[in-house]
Structure formats: C-alpha cells, structure tokens
C-alpha cells in the first residue's frame, strides 16, 4: 500500500469526531484554530461549543463586547488570542475575507493554511509538528531538517483532497505516530517507514521546554484577568490579591491595557 493509501485506511477506522469537522464555514474554522493554537482540543471541543453557540457568525463577534468575548475565552489562556479573533471578525464582517487570510491579526502561515485546507478544501500544506514527525520519521528516519521535511509535506498534498487529508494527518500524529510513545507494532506503514526500518524512531529532534509558565508574567497576566471576570479593581487592590507590589501590578496592567485585555476608568481596571 502506498503511504497514502495507508493513511487514509487508517483514518476511516480511527478518526476522532470533533465538532470542527462538521462545517465547512471559515468562521467556525478559524475559532476552532485559533483555539487549538496553544490548546489541547479536550480542553478546546467544550469553549468551541460554548463560543460559537453565543457568537455564531463574524458579526455577533465583532458587535459583542470585548469583556463578554474574554469570558467566554477564560480557561483557554493566551488571551490575546481572543481581542485578535475579534478584531479579525470586524474585519470579516464589514470586508469579507481577504485573498490573504494572514492579513488578519493573530493569523499566521499555519492557521492561514489550516483554514484554507478545512473550509475551502485548498491543495495547501497544514505543516505543524505533529504532521513533521509523521514526514521526518517515514521519509528521513527522523533526521531530516525542517525545510526538507516541509517541502515534503507540501509536495505530498494529494490534489483535490486536502481537506479529508490533513484531518487524517492530524489524528496520524496525535494517535498513533506520537512524540514519546509511537504505535509502531500497530502502525500501516511500519515496513515502509525510513526510522522503523532503521531503528531510529525515537530520533528526533526535541522542540525547546516551553517556557515555565509558574511564577511567570503570564501566569500574573492570567490572574489578572480572572480577578477582573469578578469585578473591576483599583490597581492597589490588584497587588494586594496577587500578593505583589503596585510597580511591578502597574507595569503588567499597562501591558494588558496596551493589548487591550483591559481598561482603565478613573482609577480602577476593568475588563473593556
Ligand atoms: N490541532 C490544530 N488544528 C487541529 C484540527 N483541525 N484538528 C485536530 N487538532 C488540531
């Protein structure tokens, strides 16, 4: 069987039913990537449920208010990644969407291509690090540098098909051809994979530890905003729950200000 063939005999018996598979419609697309950028999709599939049943379409989004957008955010993190999606859906809602989908905030080269491959079916490469693994293992034995392999990936698109394929990459990656425990005695394509047949599966090259997240300016940036789902606060208020001086709370609320996570009225920070 070709490595095609077998992946895609694969995903007629394995594939995980998301929510996001059922639509063709960008905007349900683009909510369900942006969530997934940094977020695992079980902690996604229930706030992709909750966010698109209170903003169903890109105007609801742009009319709502930024606040009631971050609360329903809250529990995914990376914040940002909603006043983004908001401003992203003003822009979809008065103009439609651009040629070039990277030319709304917070879209870059990977989620511009994921929603060209799930909502329009586009011959365009979905190249994150699980589909990589998958390439670097099965073409390079593991070794391949990262420009080989997503130039392999792209020339691997099968035409016409890009939809239905990189869903069956996606969950190849997640389910069976993982990072530390790959399947390999259950695999398809295990007598035609470069690093099963050479023994170097476990080859890889490890991503950098992302960054430690207790005790970060992250983790305050959170606890700020949850403190402010309850109430708006006095910026002596915000130091004294986070156990914190004024500077440094000072500082840090400037920054959310400056992305507008959040707003100052008179002396008190709320959400905007
Ligand atoms: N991770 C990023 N995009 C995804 C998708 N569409 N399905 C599953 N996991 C993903």
Not at 86 to 92: D, G, P, R, T
Not at 105 to 112: C, F
Not at 161 to 188: E, K, V
Not at 227 to 236: G, K, R
Request: charged content about 25%; some cysteine; proline content about 6%.
């Amino acid at each position: 069987m070709t490595f095609h063939n077998s992946i895609f005999g694969w995903f007629a018996k394995n594939k995980r039913d998301l929510p996001w598979r059922t639509t063709e419609d960008p905007y349900r697309i683009l909510v369900s990537e942006i969530m997934l950028q940094q977020t695992q999709v079980e902690r996604v599939v229930p706030k992709y449920l909750a966010f698109l049943k209170r903003f169903p379409t890109p105007r609801h989004l742009a009319e709502a208010e930024t606040g009631a957008v971050l609360r329903l955010w809250s529990g995914l993190g990376y914040n940002r990644r909603a006043v983004n999606l908001k401003q992203a859906a003003e822009i979809i809602a008065q103009r439609g969407y651009p040629d070039d989908l990277s030319e709304l905030p917070g879209i870059g080269p990977y989620t511009s291509a994921a929603v060209q491959a799930f909502a329009f079916n586009r011959d365009v490469p979905v190249v994150d690090t699980n589909i990589r693994r998958i390439f670097s293992r099965y073409f390079f034995a593991g070794k391949g540098t990262q420009e080989r392999i997503d130039a392999k990936v792209a020339e691997q698109v099968p035409a016409g098909r890009s939809r239905i394929w990189n869903n069956a990459l996606m969950d190849f990656g997640s389910m069976l051809c993982t990072a530390s425990s790959p399947a390999c005695a259950s695999c398809p394509l295990k007598r035609s994979c470069a690093a099963f047949k050479k023994g170097t599966v476990a080859y890889l090259r490890i991503a950098p530890p992302q960054k430690k997240f207790e005790g970060s300016r992250r983790q305050t940036r959170g606890a700020i905003l949850r403190l402010l789902l309850v109430s708006s606060l006095t910026e002596q208020e915000l130091a004294d729950k986070l156990g914190k001086n004024v500077a440094a709370t000072r500082d840090i609320v400037d920054e959310l200000v400056r992305e507008k996570l959040a707003v100052r009225r008179q002396r008190r920070v709320s959400l905007p």
